[in-house]
């Protein structure tokens, strides 16, 4: 079975450019969530898809973060402008289990290092 | 709010030499607690986790970690580290039905070969 993907698995860009950050969960894997890691920091939650829906987001940080799943397969995280912030490692993950079991099933990518100059 | 406290942020120990990395959590209720690991170049993995019952859990390579409700803790251990044990530790809880997994600072763990 394949895993997480993650892609491009680092990322240099300048501030005010805008980047996406691509996720391709387990196949037939309903539930994808999106993770940052600032430097030195927690990794903290950004949001949750249930299929093509939004379940959560209320770990997104601004609006320039603006994250899709369309058709329900694979999931792009933009950051638009990127400011020096923004830097860190983003995870993605997904899990098959029903609603409010997800942390049980949890797989996490590789992550993608975002760095911001 | 839940939050994870990792006592160390970077332990450095020789082959052999026995493990525990300390962690603790605030929240009121019933949670869900993980150790997850992440050797260099690799994804997070799940070391271990604690959902309900013993509350001595024994995860893969030879880790453990026991859950003393009494003192919010979870601490991970393994009694002789090898090289091969060098990584990121990331302690970790989330409150049953909840999607959200709350995540400690992480302890790098260095192996001196």
């Known amino acids: 079975e394949a895993g997480v993907t993650q892609f491009p698995s680092h990322s240099v860009i300048e501030k005010g450019q805008t980047v996406t950050l691509r996720c391709d969960p387990i196949s037939g894997h309903d539930n994808l969530y999106w993770y940052r890691r600032v430097m030195g920091k927690e990794i903290k939650f950004l949001l949750h898809f249930v299929k093509e829906s939004k379940q959560d987001e209320s770990g997104m940080p601004n609006n320039r973060f603006l994250a899709e799943r369309t058709g329900g397969t694979y999931s792009t995280l933009k950051v638009q402008p990127a400011e020096l912030e923004d830097s860190g490692v983003y995870f993605c993950?997904?899990?098959?289990?029903?609603?409010?079991?997800?942390?049980?099933?949890?797989?996490f990518g590789s992550g993608t290092r975002l760095t911001v100059v | 709010a839940q939050s994870v406290s990792q006592h160390n942020h970077h332990v450095i120990l020789s082959e052999a030499a026995s493990l525990e990395l300390g962690c603790n959590y605030s929240?009121?209720?019933?949670?869900?607690l993980f150790w997850y690991v992440q050797y260099p170049g690799q994804h997070l993995q799940l070391l271990l986790k604690?959902?309900?019952?013993?509350?001595l859990v024994k995860g893969i390579k030879g880790f453990e970690a026991e859950f003393i409700k009494s003192k919010f803790s979870f601490n991970l251990r393994k009694p002789s580290v090898q090289w091969s044990d060098t990584a990121e530790y990331f302690c970790a809880v989330n409150a049953p039905r909840d999607d959200k997994i709350i995540f400690g600072k992480g302890t790098r763990l260095h192996i001196l070969p």
């Open positions: 929240y009121g209720g019933t949670v869900n």
């Open positions: 604690y959902f309900s019952g013993d509350p």
């Open positions: 993950a997904s899990s098959p289990m029903e609603p409010g079991l997800h942390a049980y099933g949890y797989t």
